[in-house]
């Protein structure tokens, strides 16, 4: 992690050098503890967040802050593991860090997003900003971007920059798409992400120990959209939506966690080079 600037390795010094070299981007982490079926760790989300975070900012310099681990899962507290903040609480505790990164010169904070719970929550931060007259600017993105079809179609395309992925790992990935998959939770993607990170924390005997077929109880409501916080535990009771499928091994991971990283540097690079928001922001401050 030569290259991936740390803001808790910096010293205080140093954070001219790393706001220039950074370009003024300050990124957060965001996850979630939760259930990931019975056999992926309940801090799936944050692993995940995390280190495709810094791996990310090895390709492209940008500040990483340490992870912020709680997101928005109101709907899961029955479940062991769950750590359930209040909305009011995710909130001030947003507003005061965003203010305090600012603060130390971090005129661009990316709130980096790996839960499939948080974007309503973030999205609403992000425009709450607009209430004040701020000197920053708060953005954020889910890291999720990719999925094994881009995997599939990098081993199709680019064959050549994976020599270390040999024909029975392609064999893996096709068997993948012979047939409808349930995704969405402790998934194929998930696993992978997590098994090149932590390989240990993963139990695969574990994998079929529950169901992860969406119920669809709620599927009436999807029809017009109609949503409350209890339409996840009413279609995926075991808070696991994925099909059976234990195929995983370290040159898989390995592959789709580099399509990922890939994935989230040109995100950070775009965001640097980026000056729209600020200036758009100036002129909202001007404007009242």
Known sequence: MENAILWENLKAP????????????????????????????????????????????EKEPVVIFPTF?????????????????????????????????????????????????????????????????????????NSYGTTPADMRKAFKERREEFSYITDEDIEIVEKYFEKPMAKGHADFDELLLVYNERPHTIDMERMGDEDGKDTFRTEHLR????????????????????????????????????????????????VKEDTVLLEENEKWNQSW
């Open 223 to 270: 029809e017009f959209g109609i949503f409350s916080g209890g339409n996840f535990l009413a279609d995926c009771p075991n808070s696991y939506s994925a099909s059976y499928f234990p195929y995983v091994n370290e040159r898989l991971a390995r592959a789709y966690t580099d399509i990922r990283v890939d994935y989230i540097a040109k995100m950070f690079k775009t």
């Open 14 to 57: 140093d954070f001219p050098e790393a706001i220039e070299k950074s370009k003024g981007v300050c990124v957060v982490p965001i996850g979630a503890m939760e259930k990931h079926g019975p056999h992926m760790p309940v801090g799936t989300d944050n692993i995940i967040a995390e280190r495709t975070a810094i791996l990310a900012a």
């Open 69 to 141: 681990g709680f997101g928005d899962i109101n709907c899961l507290q029955p479940l062991h593991g769950s750590i359930c903040f209040s909305t009011k609480l995710l909130f001030d505790y947003l507003t005061e860090l965003c203010r305090e990164i600012a603060r130390n010169g971090f005129k661009k904070i990316l709130l980096l997003n790996a839960h499939g719970g948080n974007p309503p929550l973030l999205t609403t931060f992000c425009r709450s900003n607009r209430e004040k007259k701020l000197d920053y600017v708060v953005m954020f993105a």
